[in-house]
C-alpha cells in the first residue's frame, strides 16, 4: 500500500527497457532508485506499449511504490502522453484519432515537451511545426493543443525558455501542466516531479486530480538526493 502522505510526489514521465528502445533504466531498477529520491509513484509512459497488470504489479511489490502505466506516442504534431486510453485502431500517429479514443475511454492526454527544440531555426527539423515565435498567445494556436487535456510544462530534458514558455502557454489556454523527468536512465528519475494534493492509487484517480488542478510542480537539482519542494 502507497504511504498517504502529502504531497504525493510522482514522476509523470518515465521509459525503461520494458518498452522503449533509447532507455538504459532497467524495470527492476524503479523500485530501488524512486525509494531513494523519496517518490511515491512513478507514471511509466513506454515509447512502444503499455505495461500489463502483471508487470505493474511485479515492479511495485515491495517497493511501496505506485506504478501508473501509460504510453508516449509520436503523432504527427508531436509527442503525447496517454493516460487511461485503451489500444485502439487505426494511426497512433494522427493525434485525432489518439485524442478519440482518449475521449471514448475518459483518459488524459497531455502535450509532452511541446517546446524542445522550439526556439532553434526550423530548418534544423527538430520540432514538427514550422512556427518560431516568442509569443505565447501565437505558440497556442499551435494544433497539438486541440488534442490534448493538459501540457507538461516541466520536462527534465527541456531548457528553463523551453519549460517557462510551455507553462505560460498552458495558462493562456486554461489546460492544467505536469511534471516529469522523461528519464531513460537511472540518473534522470525524479529531476522533475509532479506534487499532488492528496494521494491516488490508480490511473483514474490519477486523471481526476491533473483535470482538477490539484498538483504543482517541482524540480530536483541533480546534486540533491531529495526532492526540494
Known amino acids: 500500500m502507497v504511504a498517504a502522505i502529502s504531497p504525493?510526489?510522482?514522476?509523470?514521465?518515465?521509459?525503461?527497457?520494458?518498452?522503449?528502445?533509447?532507455?538504459?533504466?532497467?524495470p527492476a531498477q524503479l523500485g530501488l532508485?524512486?525509494?531513494?529520491?523519496?517518490?511515491?509513484?512513478?507514471?511509466?509512459?513506454?515509447?512502444?506499449?503499455v505495461w500489463t497488470d502483471h508487470?505493474?504489479?511485479?515492479?511495485?511489490?515491495?517497493?511501496?511504490?505506485?506504478?501508473?502505466p501509460g504510453q508516449e506516442y509520436s503523432t504527427s504534431l508531436g509527442h503525447i502522453l496517454a493516460f487511461?486510453?485503451?489500444p485502439f485502431s487505426g494511426d497512433s500517429r494522427d493525434p485525432a484519432t489518439l485524442y478519440a479514443a482518449a475521449e471514448r475511454?475518459?483518459?488524459?492526454?497531455?502535450?509532452?515537451?511541446?517546446?524542445?527544440?522550439?526556439?532553434?531555426?526550423?530548418?534544423?527539423?527538430?520540432?514538427?511545426s514550422t512556427m518560431r515565435t516568442n509569443d505565447p498567445a501565437e505558440a497556442a494556436g499551435l494544433?497539438?493543443?486541440?488534442?490534448?487535456?493538459?501540457?507538461?510544462?516541466?520536462?527534465?530534458?527541456?531548457?528553463?525558455?523551453?519549460?517557462?514558455?510551455?507553462g505560460e502557454v498552458a495558462e493562456l489556454l486554461g489546460l492544467p501542466t505536469t511534471a516529469g523527468s522523461d528519464a531513460h536512465y537511472a540518473d534522470d528519475l525524479g529531476r522533475c516531479?509532479?506534487?499532488l494534493e492528496r494521494p491516488v492509487s490508480n490511473v483514474a484517480e490519477l486523471i481526476e486530480t491533473l483535470r482538477r488542478g490539484q498538483q504543482r510542480l517541482l524540480r530536483r537539482r541533480p546534486e540533491e538526493a531529495n526532492p526540494v519542494q
Not at 514522476?11 to 532497467?26: E, I, P, Q, Y
Not at 532508485?33 to 506499449?49: D, I, N, Y
Open 84 to 86: 487511461g486510453v485503451t
Open 33 to 49: 532508485e524512486a525509494a531513494k529520491l523519496g517518490l511515491h509513484g512513478v507514471a511509466v509512459t513506454e515509447h512502444f506499449r
Open 105 to 128: 475511454d475518459g483518459g488524459l492526454l497531455i502535450a509532452a515537451h511541446p517546446f524542445r527544440y522550439f526556439f532553434r531555426t526550423p530548418t534544423q527539423g527538430y520540432h514538427p
Open 193 to 195: 516531479l509532479t506534487a
Open 55 to 68: 508487470e505493474v504489479e511485479s515492479h511495485a511489490a515491495g517497493n511501496d511504490l505506485l506504478i501508473l
Open 143 to 166: 494544433p497539438i493543443f486541440r488534442f490534448v487535456h493538459a501540457v507538461e510544462a516541466l520536462n527534465g530534458h527541456c531548457t528553463e525558455e523551453e519549460n517557462d514558455f510551455a
Open 8 to 26: 504525493f510526489l510522482v514522476d509523470l514521465h518515465v521509459h525503461t527497457t520494458g518498452g522503449s528502445a533509447d532507455a538504459s533504466l532497467r
